[in-house]
């Protein structure tokens, strides 16, 4: 079974930064895009950056510019640095991959960006 622990959430002020982590277990990392999803109350949980396996990324037009998604095949771990961070930015925010099925979802890690 695959596992996907995030971390690193917490309460910040708009405009400041959060660096998430999302460490992996179970599945061949190397092989797969993985991603960084978030859910705010009331909505459903949308995909706001990719990394796939060589490198590239992608971002959702509502992030680009202030979020940097990477990598870390050898431990493991999907890191998203958040920048700029907005009210509208809050929401739990989970990892797994993109491509094909999705694993179990994980706890998922709390950013609250307050005004």
């Known amino acids: 079974q695959a596992q996907l622990v995030e971390s690193g959430g917490g309460l910040v002020q708009a405009g400041g930064s959060l660096g998430l982590t999302c460490t992996v277990s179970g599945l061949i990392f190397n092989a797969n895009a993985m991603g960084w999803y978030r859910q705010a109350p009331g909505k459903q949980r949308e995909l706001v950056a990719t990394i796939f396996s060589g490198g590239i990324t992608n971002y959702a037009d509502s992030v680009k510019g202030r979020f940097t998604i990477s990598r870390d095949n050898a431990k493991k771990t999907v890191y998203l640095q958040m920048n700029s961070l907005k009210p509208e930015d809050t929401g739990a925010y989970y990892c797994?991959?993109?491509?094909?099925?999705?694993?179990?979802w994980g706890q998922g890690t709390q950013v609250t960006v307050s005004s």
């Open positions: 797994n991959t993109v491509n094909g099925l999705r694993y179990t």
